[in-house]
């Protein structure tokens, strides 16, 4: 059965704490994604990835880096937590010709 | 620029009824369409997807869509909903460089026994 696993499902960090979300996927897919999900607002592009060490910025990247050192994993970093980035951190990958995107089970953080 | 809209935040539908769930979609193309469940505190699962070829497309769990071009539409429907079809529902729309989704904002489905 095709995976994309999520580090965590539920993070608490302090403010100002440097946070990494971790996202594997072992379907050998090209793309991967990094959503974040509030109420009323669906689902904002945060990085995507569409090959090893490249990234491409989404909808809203402020406050947040991405890395991909390897084809499976795609890791996003909160350089210095606000507690306005408590949310649902979603991980998705999609093939190369994409663009059908398969999901992790979510990560939530909460940021005190 | 392409954009997808779910105009019904929340449906309550009765445990048995008939379900509808409309999506909207702009876009310049034929579209790569797409309708995701999330259930509560989980992550998104496909539901059916629409390339090309029938309109009339099946999916998981008993639900379809239809494609209609003429209303840029792609509705998702299901003619009897159980108690366990309760989540959010999300359409997207694959975008021209085909690496994104486009997504609409949802529709939560409560479901009334």
């Known amino acids: 059965d095709v995976k994309v696993t999520q580090s965590s499902r539920y993070l608490v960090k302090r403010t100002g704490e440097k946070v990494f979300l971790e996202c594997v996927q072992d379907m050998d897919h090209e793309n991967m994604f990094w959503y974040r999900q509030d109420p009323g607002l669906g689902l904002r592009l945060i990085y995507f990835?569409?090959?090893?060490?490249?990234?491409e910025k989404g909808d809203i990247p402020e406050g947040y880096s991405v890395s991909r050192e390897k084809k499976e994993r795609f890791s996003l970093i909160l350089e210095s937590a606000s507690t306005n980035q408590t949310s649902m951190y979603l991980c998705?990958?999609?093939?190369?010709?994409?663009?059908?995107?398969?999901f992790g089970q979510g990560t939530r953080l909460t940021v005190v | 620029a392409q954009s997808v809209t779910q105009p019904d935040i929340h449906i309550t539908v009765s445990e048995g009824a008939s379900l509808e769930l409309r999506c909207n979609y702009s876009y310049g193309a034929t579209p790569y369409l797409f309708w995701y469940v999330q259930s509560p505190g989980q992550g998104l699962q496909l539901l059916l997807k629409?390339?090309?070829?029938d309109t009339l497309v099946q999916g998981i769990k008993g639900f379809e869509a239809e494609f209609k071009r003429s209303q840029s539409s792609f509705n998702l429907r299901k003619p009897s909903v159980h108690w366990s079809d309760a989540a959010e529902y999300f359409c997207a729309v694959g975008a021209d460089s085909n690496y994104q989704l486009i997504w609409g904002a949802g529709t939560k489905l409560i479901i009334k026994p």
């Open positions: 990835s569409y090959d090893v060490k490249m990234k």
């Open positions: 629409y390339f090309s070829g």
């Open positions: 998705a990958s999609s093939p190369l010709q994409g663009p059908e995107a398969f």
